[in-house]
C-alpha cells in the first residue's frame, strides 16, 4: 500500500513560517489534502487538492505538491496553529492514506 | 447546520462485536461517499472504510478486511460500522466523516465515538 511519511515534528516561532512536508513516491500526480488537529477536537480539512482552502480558514494556510513531496506552509504563526496536522493523498475510492502526523510547537 | 453524530461505542471483550452509528444532518446524506476513520489513544489518523453515496461500492483497510462492515440507511439519515471480532489494537476514538463530491477531502468529521476493546 501507498506509504506517506512527514516528520514527527516542527518547531517555530511567533510570526515565523512553518512548513510541513508530506513525502510519497509520485505524490504530485496525486491529490493531498492537510487537516489540522487540535488536542482533544475532530480533525479540520484546512487545505484540499494540494492548494485548495475551504471558506474560513486563514490565507496564512496554503499548500503546494510536486514531484516526491507535498508541503503545507503556514505563514505568520501563531499561538493557536500549535496542533497536529495530518496530510491524505487520495488517489481514489478505494485508496486513502493518511500520512504520520507533525506536531506544530510554536516557540 | 451541517453535522455528524457518532454514538454506539463502549467497552467491548476481545472476540465480541460493536455497531457504530454516526448520524447525519444538514446535508442531502444520499449524496455523499462517506467514511469511518480511527485514532487510537496518543497515535495519528488511520483510515478504515468507505461507502459511496449509493452504498454501491465499499473498501476497507487491510488491518479490517474481513472483520468490519460498513452500511448506510437513507431513510434514517444514518452511516453504520459493524464491527466483528474485535482485538485489542481495534480500541480507538472512531471518526465518521463526509467526503467532497469533487476533491474528495473529508470536509465534515464527527466529534468521534470511543471504543475500548478489554476483557
Known amino acids: 500500500s501507498y506509504v506517506v511519511t512527514q516528520p514527527p515534528s516542527v518547531s517555530v516561532a511567533p510570526g515565523k513560517t512553518a512548513r510541513i512536508t508530506c513525502g510519497g513516491n509520485n505524490i504530485g500526480s496525486k491529490s493531498v489534502h492537510w487537516y489540522q488537529q487540535k488536542p482533544g477536537q475532530a480533525p479540520v480539512l484546512v487545505i484540499f487538492y494540494d492548494s485548495d482552502r475551504p471558506s474560513g480558514i486563514p490565507e496564512r494556510f496554503s499548500g503546494s505538491n510536486s514531484g516526491n513531496t507535498a508541503t503545507l506552509t503556514i505563514s505568520r504563526v501563531e499561538a493557536g496553529d500549535e496542533a497536529d496536522y495530518y496530510c491524505q493523498v487520495w488517489d481514489s475510492l478505494s485508496d486513502h492514506v493518511f500520512g504520520t502526523g507533525t506536531k506544530v510547537t510554536v516557540l | 447546520q451541517v453535522q455528524l453524530v457518532e454514538s454506539g461505542g463502549g467497552v467491548v471483550q476481545p472476540g465480541r462485536s460493536l455497531r457504530l452509528s454516526c448520524a447525519a444532518s444538514g446535508f442531502t446524506f444520499s449524496s455523499y461517499s462517506m467514511h469511518w476513520v480511527r485514532q487510537a489513544p496518543g497515535k495519528g489518523l488511520e483510515w478504515v472504510a468507505v461507502i459511496s453515496y449509493d452504498g454501491s461500492d465499499k473498501y476497507f483497510a487491510d488491518s479490517v478486511k474481513g472483520r468490519f462492515t460498513i452500511s448506510r440507511d437513507h431513510s434514517k439519515n444514518t452511516l453504520y460500522l459493524q464491527m466483528n471480532s474485535l482485538r485489542a489494537e481495534d480500541a480507538a476514538l472512531y471518526y465518521c466523516?463526509?467526503?467532497?463530491?469533487?476533491?474528495?477531502?473529508?470536509?465534515?468529521w464527527g466529534q468521534g465515538t470511543m471504543v475500548t476493546v478489554s476483557s
Open positions: 466523516a463526509r467526503e467532497q463530491h469533487v476533491h474528495h477531502a473529508f470536509d465534515i
